[in-house]
Nanobody
Framework: QVQLVESGGGLVQPGESLKLACAAS????????MTWYRQAPGKQRELVAR???????TYADSVKGRFTISRENAKNKTILQMNSLKPEDTAMYFC?????????WGRGTQVTVSS
């Protein structure tokens, strides 16, 4: 059974940090390109950061220099380290895995940045 389970969300103040994790199971993790997306209320889902199966990373302009994506193939896990959080980072964050025509999604973890 394929599963992507996100964790690490919560309520933080502006300028603080959070570390999101996505635990994968049921598929060969090392082959997959892993992406974090987010969706704020009333807005479209947007790409936040991606790490492909060769560890090449890409970021949305809005998070460059603040967020870092990484992966641990031995643990079937991908991490999103989020620093210097802003209120506009408030959203549900989703983990996504893609390889050829196989696409999997997690259920998301809520991140709220508010003073």
């Amino acid at each position: 059974q394929v599963q992507l389970v996100e964790s690490g969300g919560g309520l933080v103040q502006p300028g603080e940090s959070l570390k999101l994790a996505c635990a994968a199971s049921g598929f060969t993790f090392k082959y997959y390109h892993m992406t974090w997306y987010r969706q704020a209320p009333g807005k479209q889902r947007e790409l936040v950061a991606r790490i492909n199966n060769e560890n090449i990373t890409t970021y949305a302009d809005s998070v460059k220099g603040r967020f870092t994506i990484s992966r641990e193939n031995a643990k079937n896990k991908t991490i999103l380290q989020m620093n210097s959080l802003k209120p506009e980072d408030t959203a549900m964050y989703f983990c996504n895995a893609v390889w050829i025509n196989f696409v999997y999604w997690g259920r998301g973890t809520q991140v709220t940045v508010s003073s």
